[in-house]
C-alpha cells in the first residue's frame, strides 16, 4: 500500500502559506510553470529534484516526511501492541477455561459452547 503523504499537495501547501508564487519556485529552479504544475500533481518527487525545492524554500520537506513517516511507525506499532495484548489476553482466558473444564469434566455441549462464547 502507497503512503497518504503526498509531497506535491505538501510544497503547495507550503508555498501558499509561505506566500511563495508558483512562478517564482519555477524561475529559481530553471524550468516552465506548467512542468512545475503537473510536478506538484505527484505524489513522489525524485530526491535531487526535492533538494532543489529545499534549498530554494529554505524548507526541509525531507523533514516533513521523516516526521509523518515516525507518527505513522508509532501509529503501527501502537496497533500491534494492542493486538497482542488482545490475543494474549484470549489465550490466558482460553487456557483458565480448559484447566475448568479438565476439573469439570461433565459439562453439558451447550454449557461448554456457552462458556466458550463468553471468553472469546
Not at 509561505?18 to 512562478?23: N, S
Not at 532543489?52 to 515516525?70: L, P, Q, S
Not at 494492542?82 to 469439570?104: G, M, P, Q
Amino acid at each position: 500500500m502507497r503512503s497518504e503523504n503526498h509531497i506535491g499537495k505538501q510544497i503547495s501547501i507550503f508555498l501558499t502559506s509561505a506566500k511563495l508564487k508558483k512562478v517564482w519556485l519555477a524561475t529559481v529552479l530553471g524550468v516552465d510553470e506548467s512542468y512545475l504544475v503537473r510536478l506538484l500533481k505527484k505524489a513522489n518527487i525524485k530526491t535531487d529534484r526535492l533538494e532543489e525545492i529545499c534549498d530554494a524554500t529554505e524548507h526541509n520537506f525531507f523533514k516533513d516526511y521523516a516526521d509523518w513517516w515516525d507518527t505513522k511507525q508509532a501509529s503501527k506499532k501502537k496497533n500491534l501492541n494492542k493486538l497482542c495484548y488482545c490475543t494474549i489476553n484470549r489465550i490466558v482466558c482460553l487456557t483458565l477455561l480448559l484447566c475448568d473444564f479438565i476439573r469439570f469434566a461433565r459439562r453439558t455441549k451447550e454449557e461448554i459452547c456457552y462458556a466458550v462464547f463468553v471468553y472469546i
